[in-house]
C-alpha cells in the first residue's frame, strides 16, 4: 500500500502561482509514474501532468501546457506541481496519483484508470 498526501492548495487571484505537494509513504520501493488529476464542480476529473519514475519524461495537458511543471525528487518520495499565470478556470481539487510500474522507470501513464493509488486532494480556488 502506498499513501499520498497532497498539501499547498488555497485561495490565490488570478495571475498568481502556487505549488503543490504530495508525500508518498507505505511501500515506495519500485517505480511508480506519478501524476497530477483536478476535478472541477460539475466536471469530470482531468490529467494534468504526469511524470516517469526517472522524471525525465513528462506529460501536460494543454490547458496548462507552458503554466503547470510536475517535477519529483525520489529521495524524499515526493512529487510537485509548480502552478504559475494562475487562471479562475484551473479552480478545482488536485489530486495526486500513483501507477506502479515495475521496473519501466521512463513510462508516464496518462489514463486515470491505470493509477492505484490516490491522494485526498487539496483545493485549489483562483479568484478573477
Known amino acids: 500500500q502506498v499513501q499520498l498526501v497532497e498539501s499547498g492548495g488555497g485561495l490565490v487571484q488570478a495571475g498568481d502561482s502556487l505549488r503543490l505537494s504530495c508525500a508518498a509513504s507505505?511501500?515506495?520501493f519500485g517505480s511508480y509514474s506519478m501524476g497530477w488529476f483536478r476535478q472541477?464542480?460539475?466536471?469530470?476529473?482531468?490529467?494534468?501532468?504526469?511524470?516517469?519514475?526517472?522524471?525525465?519524461?513528462?506529460y501536460y495537458a494543454d490547458s496548462v501546457k507552458?503554466?503547470?511543471?510536475?517535477?519529483?525528487?525520489n529521495a524524499k518520495d515526493t512529487v510537485y506541481l509548480q502552478m504559475n499565470r494562475l487562471k479562475p478556470e484551473d479552480t478545482a481539487i488536485y489530486y495526486c496519483a500513483a501507477a506502479r510500474l515495475g521496473a519501466e522507470t521512463i513510462v508516464v501513464v496518462t489514463p486515470s484508470s491505470e493509477y492505484d493509488y490516490w491522494g485526498q486532494g487539496t483545493q485549489v480556488t483562483v479568484s478573477s
Open 26 to 28: 507505505g511501500r515506495t
Open 40 to 58: 472541477a464542480p460539475g466536471k469530470e476529473r482531468e490529467i494534468v501532468a504526469a511524470i516517469s519514475w526517472s522524471g525525465t519524461n513528462t
Open 66 to 73: 507552458g503554466r503547470f511543471t510536475i517535477s519529483r525528487d
